[in-house]
Structures are given as structure tokens and as C-alpha cells.
């Protein structure tokens, strides 16, 4: 099987909300390089947690309806990140 078999190449089958949320969800891995530094790491989780709805208002967008499965995950995923900026800020208060 060739590689360009495999590959859908059509990028008009996406949605402009699909395309801002794969570069916010890019941009958000730049807190792998922000250190220490709190605000710039609540910046990138911030930014992580807008893309993963900008997914879901995606999918919403474009099918009419979401698949539980693709919800729950996301809105977990989405939770973890949202205590870990609650985590952060409340350590960084107790130092």
C-alpha cells in the first residue's frame, strides 16, 4: 500500500473550526518550553482547552451530532487540564 493511498489530501472536507483548533492545539505544545513560569504555562493549557472545544464544535458543525465516545473523552481530557491550571495556581499561592 502507498503512503499517498492513505492520505486524504482533500482539505475542503474540513471546517475553519477544524483548522483553528489544530493550531491552537500546536501552538498549545509550546508550554514544553515556557519552564517554570506560570502564566505562560496556564497560557498554553488555556490554549489546549480552546482547541479541544474548537474539536467539538467542529464535529457538531459538520455532522449535526457528536459520538459519545469522542464527548467524554474530550470533555475529560478537558477536566484534567482545568484542575491542573486549579493545581498550579493553588501551589504556586502556598509558596
Known sequence: MKLGSCIDYNIQN???YFYIAMFLLICSHFLHYAGSQLYKLIFFK??????YLIFIIHELVSQ?????AN????????????FSIYSD???QKNI
Open 14 to 16: 474540513r471546517s475553519i
Open 64 to 68: 449535526g451530532r457528536i459520538h459519545i
Open 71 to 82: 464527548i467524554t473523552g474530550k470533555g475529560i481530557i478537558i477536566l484534567i487540564v482545568i
Open 46 to 51: 488555556i490554549l489546549f482547552i480552546l482547541s
Open 89 to 91: 495556581i493553588k501551589n
